[in-house]
């Protein structure tokens, strides 16, 4: 995603700024647990779109036939190719808050990129700098520019004697709030509309033992 997206416009225009993704990822996450019920890391899972996928292929100059079946050196030169240019700064569309406390993730580690019905997935590890508590923790996965729009329909499983618990957000409350975003752009000026959060969905780890 990042080499792709690395020329991508994020700035809008005042005049016509809305949020609209332009990419479409189903995502899936798995949540590591430890003994004492402590999250210790999350695997992200993001299955692109097939627009998306051709549009990488291009770039990275994959698949030349276009009959969408790639050979095992293309395979392996897909291999991690998110993450040779993960910025330090990016947070890799992955929030974790135990209460209002945001938790530190550190740097991706590669678990493999595939390639199924013409979409690329990849997959990544993401440690936590400190174990943190399970139960209670909220997980939110959005691209702060809505550029990009991550759904979990592949799911949230999580090790040990807990589950997580998806919502999904109000619509309603996200047009209002969007309608506020865009009243605080200047008419004739430029601006970063960070709405992505706006549609993210929650996800919240429960675990038995705090019942």
């Known amino acids: 995603m990042i080499r792709v997206l690395s020329f991508l416009p994020l700035l809008l225009p005042a005049s016509g700024a809305f949020a609209h993704p332009h990419i479409f990822v189903d995502t899936a996450l798995e949540v590591a647990l430890n003994e004492a019920q402590q999250v210790t890391g999350v695997t992200v899972s ?25 050979s095992d050196a293309e395979m392996e030169e897909l291999q991690g190719f998110e993450l040779a240019n993960w ?35 990849s997959d990544h590890y993401r440690p936590l700098l400190a174990p943190s508590p399970a139960d209670g923790l909220r997980i939110a996965q959005y691209d702060p520019t809505y550029y990009i729009a991550y759904t979990l329909s ?39 509309l960070l709405a992505g959060h706006l549609y993210a969905q929650d996800v919240r780890i429960v675990c038995a033992a705090s019942e």
């Open 46 to 70: 993001w299955a692109y779109d097939e627009f998306f996928t051709l549009l990488l292929f291009e770039d990275m100059g994959l698949d030349p036939d276009g009959d969408g079946v790639l």
């Open 87 to 121: 910025p330090l700064d990016y947070a890799g569309d992955l929030y974790l808050f135990a209460g209002d406390e945001a938790v530190e993730l550190g740097r991706p580690e590669a678990r493999g990129v595939t390639l199924t019905d013409g979409r690329i997935q």
């Open 154 to 192: 592949r799911g949230v499983t999580v090790q040990g004697a807990c589950e997580a618990i998806v919502t999904d957000p109000d619509l309603d409350e996200t047009a209002r709030a969007m309608q506020q975003e865009l009243a605080n752009i200047p008419e004739d000026g430029f601006t970063e």
